[in-house]
C-alpha cells in the first residue's frame, strides 16, 4: 500500500465513452461492475503513464456508487495518482455522466485503486516516476 502522499497529485487521465444497452442492468442504468471496470481501466492509464510501465491492480478501495446512469449518457473517468510507495500507486478515480441533450454533469461515482509496478517478469518493481 502506498504509504507516501504526493506533494502534488499526477497529472489527470481522462478517458470517456458511451453508455450502450449492452452495459445496463435490467433498469436501464450502467451495471456497477461495468463501473468499476472503466474505472479500472482509467486508474491503470494514469499508473501506467506514471510509472512508464507496465502494473497491475493490487486492490480496490472505497468504491462509492452515487448516482445511477441511464443509456445513452456519456462517462467520462478522470484518474490522478496521489500516492505512492515503494512499488505501488494509489490512484484516486472519479466517473461522471454527462446528459448528451442538456450537457449537465453528475459525480456518478468514485473510488481508490492500488497498482503495483511489475517488471517484464511480472515482479514487483520501483517505481520510476514520470514527468
Known amino acids: 500500500m502506498p504509504q507516501h502522499p504526493l506533494p502534488a497529485p499526477g497529472p489527470v487521465t481522462r478517458l470517456g465513452r458511451l453508455v450502450q444497452p449492452a452495459d445496463a442492468n435490467e433498469h436501464g442504468t450502467l451495471f456497477g461492475g461495468e463501473a468499476m471496470r472503466f474505472m479500472d481501466e482509467a486508474a491503470a492509464v494514469a499508473a501506467i503513464r506514471y510509472s512508464r510501465g507496465s502494473v497491475v491492480t493490487a486492490h480496490v478501495d472505497a468504491v462509492d456508487f452515487r448516482a445511477s446512469v441511464p443509456i445513452g449518457a456519456f462517462l467520462e473517468a478522470s484518474a490522478r495518482v496521489v500516492g505512492v510507495g515503494r512499488t505501488s500507486m494509489l490512484v484516486e478515480v472519479i466517473l461522471e455522466s454527462e446528459d448528451r ?13 492500488v497498482f503495483v509496478a511489475i517488471d517484464g517478469g511480472g515482479k514487483p518493481r520501483v517505481v520510476v516516476a514520470g514527468d
Do not use: D, L, S, V
Request: glycine share 8%; hydrophobic share 30%; net charge positive.
Open 101 to 113: 441533450h442538456t450537457a449537465a454533469r453528475t459525480i456518478t461515482t468514485t473510488g481508490r485503486f
